[in-house]
Protein backbone atom coordinates (compact mmCIF):
# COMPACT_ATOMS: atom_id res chain seq x y z
CA UNK A 1 0.00 0.00 0.00
CA UNK A 2 1.48 3.28 -1.04
CA UNK A 3 1.01 6.59 1.07
CA UNK A 4 2.24 9.74 0.25
CA UNK A 5 5.04 10.83 2.00
CA UNK A 6 4.72 8.03 4.25
CA UNK A 7 7.79 5.32 4.53
CA UNK A 8 8.28 2.08 5.75
CA UNK A 9 11.61 1.49 7.11
CA UNK A 10 12.27 -2.11 8.70
CA UNK A 11 8.59 -1.97 9.85
CA UNK A 12 8.86 1.94 11.17
CA UNK A 13 7.14 4.22 9.80
CA UNK A 14 8.23 8.12 9.21
CA UNK A 15 7.02 10.80 6.88
CA UNK A 16 8.54 13.72 4.84
CA UNK A 17 7.99 16.50 6.99
CA UNK A 18 6.10 19.19 5.37
CA UNK A 19 7.97 22.18 7.10
CA UNK A 20 11.82 21.26 6.79
CA UNK A 21 11.53 18.14 4.35
CA UNK A 22 13.03 15.85 6.92
CA UNK A 23 11.92 12.15 8.03
CA UNK A 24 9.87 11.88 11.14
CA UNK A 25 9.42 8.89 13.62
CA UNK A 26 5.78 8.18 13.39
CA UNK A 27 4.90 6.76 17.23
CA UNK A 28 2.88 3.80 16.89
CA UNK A 29 2.52 3.80 20.87
CA UNK A 30 1.03 7.50 20.91
CA UNK A 31 -0.67 6.77 17.31
CA UNK A 32 -3.66 5.23 17.05
CA UNK A 33 -3.79 5.66 13.23
CA UNK A 34 -0.09 4.59 13.26
CA UNK A 35 -0.45 1.62 15.01
CA UNK A 36 -3.36 0.41 12.24
CA UNK A 37 -1.06 0.79 9.88
CA UNK A 38 1.58 -1.04 11.68
CA UNK A 39 -0.98 -4.07 12.41
CA UNK A 40 -1.17 -3.80 8.74
CA UNK A 41 -4.75 -2.25 7.38
CA UNK A 42 -6.08 -3.51 4.40
CA UNK A 43 -7.03 0.07 3.18
CA UNK A 44 -5.90 3.61 4.11
CA UNK A 45 -8.61 6.30 2.48
CA UNK A 46 -6.34 9.16 3.03
CA UNK A 47 -4.65 10.51 0.32
CA UNK A 48 -2.79 13.42 -0.98
CA UNK A 49 -5.64 16.09 -1.70
CA UNK A 50 -8.72 15.00 0.90
CA UNK A 51 -10.24 16.80 3.10
CA UNK A 52 -10.35 15.41 6.78
CA UNK A 53 -12.68 16.00 9.54
CA UNK A 54 -10.91 14.82 12.81
CA UNK A 55 -12.73 14.47 15.95
CA UNK A 56 -11.00 14.38 19.64
CA UNK A 57 -7.88 16.16 17.99
CA UNK A 58 -6.39 17.03 21.29
CA UNK A 59 -3.09 18.90 21.20
CA UNK A 60 -2.58 17.32 17.48
CA UNK A 61 0.17 14.69 17.56
CA UNK A 62 -1.88 12.72 14.68
CA UNK A 63 -2.69 15.56 12.66
CA UNK A 64 0.74 16.90 12.59
CA UNK A 65 1.68 13.40 10.92
CA UNK A 66 -1.99 13.40 8.80
CA UNK A 67 -1.32 16.89 7.33
CA UNK A 68 2.16 15.44 6.02
CA UNK A 69 0.29 13.58 4.27
CA UNK A 70 -2.27 15.57 3.14
CA UNK A 71 -0.31 18.40 1.25
CA UNK A 72 -2.99 19.23 -0.72
CA UNK A 73 -6.04 19.15 1.44
CA UNK A 74 -6.99 20.49 4.60
CA UNK A 75 -7.63 18.75 8.22
CA UNK A 76 -9.79 20.24 10.44
CA UNK A 77 -9.35 19.29 14.07
CA UNK A 78 -12.28 19.13 16.63
CA UNK A 79 -11.49 18.92 19.85
CA UNK A 80 -13.92 19.99 23.53
CA UNK A 81 -10.60 21.06 25.75
CA UNK A 82 -9.79 24.86 25.54
CA UNK A 83 -6.55 23.48 27.00
CA UNK A 84 -5.08 21.21 24.56
CA UNK A 85 -7.02 23.57 21.97
CA UNK A 86 -4.65 26.02 22.45
CA UNK A 87 -1.52 23.83 21.49
CA UNK A 88 -3.27 22.76 18.41
CA UNK A 89 -4.05 26.26 17.79
CA UNK A 90 -0.58 27.15 17.99
CA UNK A 91 0.11 24.27 15.54
CA UNK A 92 -1.76 25.25 13.46
CA UNK A 93 -0.51 28.18 12.68
CA UNK A 94 2.44 27.08 11.71
CA UNK A 95 1.32 24.06 9.39
CA UNK A 96 -1.28 25.64 7.16
CA UNK A 97 -3.60 23.02 6.22
CA UNK A 98 -5.14 22.43 9.43
CA UNK A 99 -7.51 24.24 10.58
CA UNK A 100 -8.37 24.56 14.50
CA UNK A 101 -12.25 24.00 15.62
CA UNK A 102 -13.33 24.05 19.39
CA UNK A 103 -16.94 22.68 19.73
CA UNK A 104 -18.50 19.49 21.45
CA UNK A 105 -18.80 16.85 19.00
CA UNK A 106 -20.99 15.09 20.46
CA UNK A 107 -23.41 18.32 19.27
CA UNK A 108 -22.50 19.11 15.33
CA UNK A 109 -25.64 21.35 15.16
CA UNK A 110 -23.72 24.00 17.16
CA UNK A 111 -20.91 24.20 13.97
CA UNK A 112 -22.97 23.29 10.83
CA UNK A 113 -23.37 26.84 10.05
CA UNK A 114 -19.45 27.07 10.10
CA UNK A 115 -18.53 23.75 8.49
CA UNK A 116 -20.77 24.73 5.25
CA UNK A 117 -18.98 21.91 3.01
CA UNK A 118 -18.97 18.14 3.07
CA UNK A 119 -15.54 16.48 3.74
CA UNK A 120 -13.61 13.27 2.22
CA UNK A 121 -13.20 11.38 5.36
CA UNK A 122 -13.56 11.44 9.13
CA UNK A 123 -11.78 10.13 11.83
CA UNK A 124 -12.55 9.83 14.76
CA UNK A 125 -10.68 9.26 18.29
CA UNK A 126 -13.35 10.14 21.25
CA UNK A 127 -13.57 7.94 24.58
CA UNK A 128 -17.22 8.54 24.83
CA UNK A 129 -19.61 5.89 25.90
CA UNK A 130 -21.94 6.54 22.48
CA UNK A 131 -19.06 6.62 20.10
CA UNK A 132 -21.08 5.26 16.91
CA UNK A 133 -24.10 7.70 17.77
CA UNK A 134 -21.88 10.41 17.38
CA UNK A 135 -19.84 9.41 14.31
CA UNK A 136 -23.39 8.76 13.15
CA UNK A 137 -24.54 12.59 13.49
CA UNK A 138 -21.33 13.98 12.20
CA UNK A 139 -21.64 11.64 8.96
CA UNK A 140 -25.41 12.50 8.21
CA UNK A 141 -24.49 16.33 8.33
CA UNK A 142 -20.25 16.48 6.80
CA UNK A 143 -19.38 13.38 4.75
CA UNK A 144 -19.67 12.89 1.15
CA UNK A 145 -21.24 10.41 -0.65
CA UNK A 146 -19.55 7.36 -0.48
CA UNK A 147 -16.84 8.74 1.93
CA UNK A 148 -15.06 6.78 4.36
CA UNK A 149 -14.59 6.70 8.10
CA UNK A 150 -11.92 5.64 10.70
CA UNK A 151 -12.99 5.05 13.85
CA UNK A 152 -10.97 4.00 16.70
CA UNK A 153 -13.52 2.18 19.80
CA UNK A 154 -11.84 2.06 23.15
CA UNK A 155 -13.70 -0.57 24.47
CA UNK A 156 -12.95 -0.01 28.39
CA UNK A 157 -14.94 3.27 27.92
CA UNK A 158 -18.28 2.00 26.60
CA UNK A 159 -18.54 -0.59 29.49
CA UNK A 160 -17.01 -3.22 31.87
CA UNK A 161 -18.42 -6.46 30.23
CA UNK A 162 -15.53 -8.67 28.26
CA UNK A 163 -13.91 -6.47 25.26
CA UNK A 164 -14.86 -8.95 22.82
CA UNK A 165 -18.87 -9.09 23.56
CA UNK A 166 -18.43 -4.80 23.50
CA UNK A 167 -16.41 -5.50 20.01
CA UNK A 168 -19.22 -7.93 18.70
CA UNK A 169 -21.95 -5.71 19.94
CA UNK A 170 -20.37 -2.18 18.41
CA UNK A 171 -19.49 -3.75 14.85
CA UNK A 172 -22.94 -4.46 14.70
CA UNK A 173 -24.02 -1.56 15.61
CA UNK A 174 -21.79 -0.04 13.00
CA UNK A 175 -23.16 -2.09 10.52
CA UNK A 176 -26.65 -0.67 10.68
CA UNK A 177 -25.06 2.64 9.36
CA UNK A 178 -22.07 1.79 7.35
CA UNK A 179 -20.03 -0.34 5.31
CA UNK A 180 -17.35 -2.41 7.38
CA UNK A 181 -14.13 -2.57 5.25
CA UNK A 182 -11.96 -3.99 7.81
CA UNK A 183 -11.06 -3.58 11.58
CA UNK A 184 -7.81 -4.77 13.30
CA UNK A 185 -7.14 -4.86 16.63
CA UNK A 186 -4.25 -2.66 17.82
CA UNK A 187 -3.15 -4.71 20.89
CA UNK A 188 0.20 -4.21 21.79
CA UNK A 189 0.41 -0.62 21.34
CA UNK A 190 -2.95 0.41 22.67
CA UNK A 191 -4.73 -2.11 25.36
CA UNK A 192 -8.45 -3.00 24.52
CA UNK A 193 -8.83 -0.44 21.23
CA UNK A 194 -9.45 -1.85 17.87
CA UNK A 195 -9.60 0.37 14.57
CA UNK A 196 -12.28 -0.08 12.00
CA UNK A 197 -12.70 1.33 8.57
CA UNK A 198 -16.32 2.00 6.96
CA UNK A 199 -17.50 3.88 4.13
CA UNK A 200 -20.85 5.72 4.29
CA UNK A 201 -23.74 3.40 2.91
CA UNK B 1 -14.88 19.99 -3.13
CA UNK B 2 -13.00 23.43 -4.34
CA UNK B 3 -11.11 24.05 -0.77
CA UNK B 4 -10.16 27.42 -1.18
CA UNK B 5 -13.94 28.05 -0.41
CA UNK B 6 -12.96 27.55 3.22
CA UNK B 7 -13.52 30.29 5.70
CA UNK B 8 -9.81 29.76 7.65
CA UNK B 9 -10.63 32.91 9.19
CA UNK B 10 -13.77 32.44 10.59
CA UNK B 11 -12.79 29.31 12.14
CA UNK B 12 -9.74 30.81 13.71
CA UNK B 13 -11.76 33.47 15.32
CA UNK B 14 -14.40 31.20 16.53
CA UNK B 15 -11.47 28.42 17.95
CA UNK B 16 -10.01 31.85 19.45
CA UNK B 17 -13.05 33.16 21.14
CA UNK B 18 -14.44 29.74 22.48
CA UNK B 19 -10.98 29.18 24.13
CA UNK B 20 -11.07 32.93 25.72
CA UNK B 21 -14.53 31.87 26.74
CA UNK B 22 -13.60 28.87 28.59
CA UNK B 23 -10.48 29.66 29.91
CA UNK B 24 -11.76 33.15 31.67
CA UNK B 25 -14.77 31.73 33.08
CA UNK B 26 -15.75 31.85 36.78
CA UNK B 27 -16.08 28.31 37.24
CA UNK B 28 -12.77 26.73 35.18
CA UNK B 29 -11.22 29.27 37.87
CA UNK B 30 -12.61 28.53 40.72
CA UNK B 31 -11.56 24.99 40.07
CA UNK B 32 -8.05 25.60 39.26
CA UNK B 33 -7.59 27.51 42.53
CA UNK B 34 -9.18 24.74 44.09
CA UNK B 35 -7.14 21.91 42.92
CA UNK B 36 -4.15 24.18 43.97
CA UNK B 37 -5.12 24.24 47.74
CA UNK B 38 -6.13 20.53 47.16
CA UNK B 39 -2.21 19.96 46.48
CA UNK B 40 -0.71 23.02 48.88
CA UNK B 41 -1.15 20.47 52.23
CA UNK B 42 0.23 18.21 51.14
CA UNK B 43 3.70 20.41 50.04
CA UNK B 44 3.42 22.10 53.42
CA UNK B 45 3.28 18.79 55.05
CA UNK B 46 6.49 17.61 53.76
CA UNK B 47 8.44 20.91 54.16
CA UNK B 48 7.56 21.11 57.61
CA UNK B 49 8.91 17.30 58.13
CA UNK B 50 12.06 18.20 56.45
CA UNK B 51 12.09 21.13 59.36
CA UNK B 52 11.51 19.31 62.17
CA UNK B 53 14.34 16.70 60.93
CA UNK B 54 16.82 19.17 62.41
CA UNK B 55 14.55 20.93 65.23
CA UNK B 56 13.43 17.91 66.96
CA UNK B 57 16.68 17.97 68.49
CA UNK B 58 15.82 20.93 70.65
CA UNK B 59 12.28 20.65 70.99
CA UNK B 60 11.77 17.12 70.53
CA UNK B 61 7.75 17.16 71.53
CA UNK B 62 6.96 20.70 70.87
CA UNK B 63 5.20 19.93 67.60
CA UNK B 64 2.35 18.05 69.29
CA UNK B 65 1.10 20.94 71.31
CA UNK B 66 0.89 23.82 68.67
CA UNK B 67 -0.26 24.07 64.87
CA UNK B 68 2.26 24.14 61.95
CA UNK B 69 2.25 27.98 61.78
CA UNK B 70 2.66 28.74 65.11
CA UNK B 71 5.55 26.26 64.93
CA UNK B 72 6.97 28.16 62.15
CA UNK B 73 6.65 31.39 63.70
CA UNK B 74 8.49 30.48 66.48
CA UNK B 75 11.45 28.91 64.58
CA UNK B 76 11.70 32.06 62.00
CA UNK B 77 11.75 35.08 64.29
CA UNK B 78 11.67 33.59 68.21
CA UNK B 79 7.39 34.83 67.81
CA UNK B 80 5.29 33.59 70.04
CA UNK B 81 2.17 33.35 68.77
CA UNK B 82 0.46 30.55 71.10
CA UNK B 83 -0.52 30.61 74.71
CA UNK B 84 2.24 29.34 77.10
CA UNK B 85 1.01 26.40 79.09
CA UNK B 86 2.98 24.26 81.57
CA UNK B 87 3.66 21.74 79.23
CA UNK B 88 5.47 23.69 76.29
CA UNK B 89 7.19 26.13 79.17
CA UNK B 90 8.57 23.05 80.36
CA UNK B 91 9.71 21.60 76.64
CA UNK B 92 11.13 25.46 75.96
CA UNK B 93 13.27 25.69 79.45
CA UNK B 94 14.26 21.98 80.04
CA UNK B 95 17.19 22.39 77.74
CA UNK B 96 19.60 19.58 77.45
CA UNK B 97 22.20 22.07 76.01
CA UNK B 98 21.79 21.46 72.37
CA UNK B 99 22.74 24.48 70.06
CA UNK B 100 22.45 25.02 66.69
CA UNK B 101 24.97 25.76 64.49
CA UNK B 102 25.23 28.74 62.62
CA UNK B 103 23.91 26.88 59.22
CA UNK B 104 21.30 25.29 60.53
CA UNK B 105 20.07 28.31 61.78
CA UNK B 106 20.04 29.60 58.42
CA UNK B 107 18.30 26.95 56.70
CA UNK B 108 15.51 26.16 59.76
CA UNK B 109 14.97 30.27 59.31
CA UNK B 110 14.66 29.50 55.29
CA UNK B 111 12.45 26.22 55.47
CA UNK B 112 10.13 28.22 58.18
CA UNK B 113 9.54 31.59 55.73
CA UNK B 114 8.76 28.96 53.28
CA UNK B 115 6.47 27.20 54.93
CA UNK B 116 4.94 30.59 56.02
CA UNK B 117 4.57 31.99 52.41
CA UNK B 118 2.45 28.59 51.93
CA UNK B 119 0.36 28.72 54.25
CA UNK B 120 -0.12 32.03 53.41
CA UNK B 121 -0.79 31.73 49.80
CA UNK B 122 -3.85 28.89 50.48
CA UNK B 123 -5.21 31.54 52.95
CA UNK B 124 -5.11 34.27 50.00
CA UNK B 125 -6.94 31.49 47.77
CA UNK B 126 -9.67 30.43 49.72
CA UNK B 127 -10.30 34.37 50.16
CA UNK B 128 -10.25 34.39 46.04
CA UNK B 129 -12.48 31.79 45.80
CA UNK B 130 -14.60 33.19 48.30
CA UNK B 131 -15.10 36.19 46.33
CA UNK B 132 -15.69 34.77 42.84
CA UNK B 133 -18.66 32.62 44.68
CA UNK B 134 -19.92 35.85 45.75
CA UNK B 135 -19.80 37.43 42.60
CA UNK B 136 -20.88 34.42 40.09
CA UNK B 137 -22.61 32.09 42.44
CA UNK B 138 -24.38 33.00 45.56
CA UNK B 139 -27.29 30.99 46.02
CA UNK B 140 -24.87 27.83 45.17
CA UNK B 141 -22.43 29.21 48.06
CA UNK B 142 -24.99 29.96 50.53
CA UNK B 143 -26.92 26.67 49.87
CA UNK B 144 -23.87 24.13 49.20
CA UNK B 145 -21.29 26.03 51.20
CA UNK B 146 -17.56 26.80 49.82
CA UNK B 147 -15.57 23.63 50.51
CA UNK B 148 -18.38 21.40 48.78
CA UNK B 149 -19.45 23.47 46.03
CA UNK B 150 -15.95 23.76 44.98
CA UNK B 151 -15.57 20.18 45.14
CA UNK B 152 -18.80 19.60 42.83
CA UNK B 153 -17.09 21.64 40.47
CA UNK B 154 -14.21 19.75 40.28
CA UNK B 155 -16.19 16.46 39.75
CA UNK B 156 -18.39 18.07 37.24
CA UNK B 157 -15.67 19.68 35.45
CA UNK B 158 -17.83 23.32 34.46
CA UNK B 159 -20.98 24.73 35.72
CA UNK B 160 -22.84 24.29 32.74
CA UNK B 161 -22.56 20.51 33.44
CA UNK B 162 -23.55 21.37 36.70
CA UNK B 163 -26.63 22.70 35.58
CA UNK B 164 -27.69 20.21 33.58
CA UNK B 165 -27.39 17.42 36.38
CA UNK B 166 -30.79 16.50 38.06
CA UNK B 167 -31.05 16.52 41.79
CA UNK B 168 -30.12 12.74 41.98
CA UNK B 169 -26.90 13.06 40.57
CA UNK B 170 -25.85 15.91 42.59
CA UNK B 171 -26.88 13.84 45.75
CA UNK B 172 -24.19 11.30 44.29
CA UNK B 173 -21.36 13.56 43.27
CA UNK B 174 -18.32 12.24 44.49
CA UNK B 175 -19.01 8.62 45.30
CA UNK B 176 -19.08 7.00 41.42
CA UNK B 177 -16.38 4.21 42.89
CA UNK B 178 -19.25 3.04 44.89
CA UNK B 179 -22.10 3.36 42.61
CA UNK B 180 -20.81 1.76 39.91
CA UNK B 181 -19.32 -1.19 42.03
CA UNK B 182 -22.99 -1.73 43.62
CA UNK B 183 -24.53 -1.54 39.82
CA UNK B 184 -21.99 -4.22 39.25
CA UNK B 185 -22.74 -6.43 41.63
CA UNK B 186 -26.08 -5.81 41.95
CA UNK B 187 -25.79 -4.44 45.86
CA UNK B 188 -27.54 -1.46 47.30
CA UNK B 189 -26.54 1.81 46.23
CA UNK B 190 -24.85 4.75 48.21
CA UNK B 191 -27.13 7.22 49.62
CA UNK B 192 -24.57 10.22 49.41
CA UNK B 193 -21.98 11.54 48.04
CA UNK B 194 -19.83 15.04 48.47
CA UNK B 195 -22.44 16.61 50.78
CA UNK B 196 -22.15 13.95 53.49
CA UNK B 197 -19.72 16.65 55.13
CA UNK B 198 -21.77 19.68 54.78
CA UNK B 199 -22.37 21.31 58.24
CA UNK B 200 -26.21 20.22 58.20
CA UNK B 201 -25.51 16.78 58.18
CA UNK B 202 -22.82 16.19 61.34
CA UNK B 203 -25.92 16.87 63.47
CA UNK B 204 -28.10 14.17 62.27
CA UNK B 205 -28.73 10.17 63.20
CA UNK B 206 -27.68 7.91 60.02
CA UNK B 207 -31.23 7.19 59.08
CA UNK B 208 -32.17 11.09 58.97
CA UNK B 209 -28.92 11.62 57.13
CA UNK B 210 -30.15 9.71 54.43
CA UNK B 211 -33.53 11.22 54.48
CA UNK B 212 -31.59 14.87 54.30
CA UNK B 213 -29.34 14.12 51.84
CA UNK B 214 -32.04 13.72 49.47
CA UNK B 215 -33.44 17.38 50.18
CA UNK B 216 -30.31 19.16 50.34
CA UNK B 217 -29.50 18.17 46.75
CA UNK B 218 -32.82 18.88 45.60
CA UNK B 219 -31.80 22.70 47.26
CA UNK B 220 -28.83 23.08 45.59
CA UNK B 221 -30.23 21.82 42.74
CA UNK B 222 -32.45 25.33 42.57
CA UNK B 223 -30.09 27.12 43.58
CA UNK B 224 -27.78 26.32 40.95
CA UNK B 225 -30.79 27.12 38.52
CA UNK B 226 -31.68 30.57 40.04
CA UNK B 227 -28.15 31.55 40.41
CA UNK B 228 -27.59 31.52 36.14
CA UNK B 229 -31.03 34.01 36.26
CA UNK B 230 -29.16 36.06 38.86
CA UNK B 231 -32.43 35.36 41.04
CA UNK B 232 -31.22 35.41 44.84
CA UNK B 233 -33.68 32.55 46.70
CA UNK B 234 -30.74 31.29 49.06
CA UNK B 235 -32.62 32.50 52.23
CA UNK B 236 -36.14 31.01 51.75
CA UNK B 237 -34.38 27.28 50.54
CA UNK B 238 -32.10 28.04 53.93
CA UNK B 239 -35.26 28.24 55.97
CA UNK B 240 -36.69 25.13 54.56
CA UNK B 241 -34.01 23.19 55.11
CA UNK B 242 -33.72 24.68 58.77
CA UNK B 243 -37.29 23.45 59.10
CA UNK B 244 -36.90 20.29 57.69
CA UNK B 245 -33.75 19.61 60.35
CA UNK B 246 -36.25 20.80 63.19
CA UNK B 247 -38.97 18.28 62.45
CA UNK B 248 -36.52 15.40 62.48
CA UNK B 249 -35.32 16.60 66.13
CA UNK B 250 -39.16 16.74 66.90
CA UNK B 251 -39.88 13.28 65.66
CA UNK B 252 -36.76 11.69 67.64
CA UNK B 253 -37.95 13.51 70.60
CA UNK B 254 -41.73 12.35 70.80
CA UNK B 255 -40.23 8.61 69.80
Known amino acids: MKINNVYNEKEQYFTKDLLTEKKRYWDPKRSKVCAALKKNISVFPIEKTSCILYLGCAEGYTVSYLSDIVTEGKIIGVDFSAHSMQRFYLLSQKRKNIIPLLEDATRPEKYKDLLNFKVDVIVQDVSQKKQIEILKKN ?15 KTTAISQKKPKEI ?8 KKHFKIINFVKLDPFEKKHIFVIGQKK | MNLQKINEKAFIKHTKENIKKQLESPDQRI ?7 NKLPQIINELYEQLRIITDRKYPTLDSYISIKEYCNFIFEKKITFTQTKEINEILTNDIGISFSEDEKRTTKEIAKNI ?14 ETLFEKNYKNFKEIAKTTIACKMLEIAGSFERLLSMPA ?3 QLLGSE ?10 KKTPKYGV ?6 MITLSKKNKARFARTLASKITLAIKADINNVYIADSLQEKLNKKIKNYNRDNNEN
Open chain 2, 177 to 186: KSFFLALRKN
Open chain 1, 139 to 153: TDLFLKENGYVMLSL
Open chain 2, 195 to 200: IYNHPL
Open chain 2, 168 to 170: STI
Open chain 2, 31 to 37: IYLSQIT
Open chain 1, 167 to 174: VDEELNNF
Open chain 2, 116 to 129: LDLINTKENILKDI
